[in-house]
């Protein structure tokens, strides 16, 4: 799958709330099911993506962090 810049700036943004929340926090990690609620949130904002949490968004973080 092809990136746009608008879904790495909503990713990004999305998973910023999900460390403000503090639900899926975990030291300095998130929890395990943090892809699946991450994906809901995605589907909210970008509803015709279809972005999954694997392997899409697992995929593109770990882009996101090499980078």
């Known amino acids: 799958m092809k990136w746009v810049p608008k879904e790495d700036v909503v990713l990004v943004a999305c998973m910023l709330d999900l460390h403000n929340v503090e639900t899926f926090n975990a030291d300095t990690r ?3 099911d943090y892809l699946n609620e991450l994906e809901r949130m995605l589907e909210k904002f970008l509803p015709h993506v279809m972005l999954k949490a694997k ?3 697992e995929s593109r973080i770990k882009t996101l962090k090499r980078d």
């Open 55 to 57: 392997p899409n968004l």
């Open 30 to 32: 998130f929890k395990a």
